[in-house]
T-cell receptor, first 113, second 112 residues
Framework: DVKVTQSSRYLVKRTGEKVFLECVQD?????MFWYRQDPGLGLRLIYF???????EKGDIPEGYSVSREKKERFSLILESASTNQTSMYLC????????????FGEGSRLTVL | AQSVTQPDIHITVSEGASLELRCNYS??????LFWYVQSPGQGLQLLLK??????LVQGIKGFEAEFKRSQSSFNLRKPSVHWSDAAEYFC??????????FGSGTKLNVKP
């Protein structure tokens, strides 16, 4: 079974702190994604990566950056956390075949005070 | 632009009753369509997917969905709902560039 692991299930940070959310997948998938989930808004794509060191902006990249130094690991970085970044963050991975299905981690719930 | 609409934010059904969750999409080409389920505090799990072929697709947990091109719809159905089906359900469209577009979700409550 594909496993996508997010390092932190729950985080509480203060405004202005730098936040790292880590995601690791164990099935050699080329593509990795970071989504943000808010009630009533569904999932919104922040960034995705289709190869090591490659990244593309999604629909809401402002205030976020990403890093993919190894194929299995995709990190989301909040350089200076703000209260409006309080949310559930979901990592996912997929194969490159056309619209290969997404496999999700369990999510990281971030609260910024 | 691609988009997915789930018109029902909340649905409540009695245990044992049938269920239909609606999904409409906007996409210029043949879509790749998905339904995912999210239990409280968890990530999303794939229920079923449509890529091509038979427009009625079967998924896990007794769910099925029907692709209707003329209506741009991909509605999810289950003939008899169980209490464990209470969750949030998301419809999604995938494109040829490995991007996915999600609806806003439908929360299902199941009455005993």
């Amino acid at each position: 079974d594909v496993k996508v692991t997010q390092s932190s299930r729950y985080l509480v940070k203060r405004t202005g702190e730098k936040v790292f959310l880590e995601c690791v997948q164990d099935m050699d998938h080329e593509n990795m994604f970071w989504y943000r989930q808010d009630p009533g808004l569904g999932l919104r794509l922040i960034y995705f990566s289709y190869d090591v060191k490659m990244k593309e902006k999604g629909d809401i990249p402002e205030g976020y950056s990403v890093s993919r130094e190894k194929k299995e690991r995709f990190s989301l970085i909040l350089e200076s956390a703000s209260t409006n970044q309080t949310s559930m963050y979901l990592c996912a991975s997929s194969l490159t075949s056309a619209a290969g299905e997404l496999f999700f981690g369990e999510g990281s719930r971030l609260t910024v005070l | 632009a691609q988009s997915v609409t789930q018109p029902d934010i909340h649905i409540t059904v009695s245990e044992g009753a049938s269920l239909e969750l609606r999904c409409n999409y906007s996409y210029g080409a043949t879509p790749y369509l998905f339904w995912y389920v999210q239990s409280p505090g968890q990530g999303l799990q794939l229920l079923l997917k449509y890529f091509s072929g038979d427009t009625l697709v079967q998924g896990i947990k007794g769910f099925e969905a029907e692709f209707k091109r003329s209506q741009s719809s991909f509605n999810l159905r289950k003939p008899s709902v169980h209490w464990s089906d209470a969750a949030e359900y998301f419809c999604a469209v995938g494109d040829n560039f490995n991007k996915f577009y999600f609806g806003s979700g439908t929360k299902l409550n199941v009455k005993p």
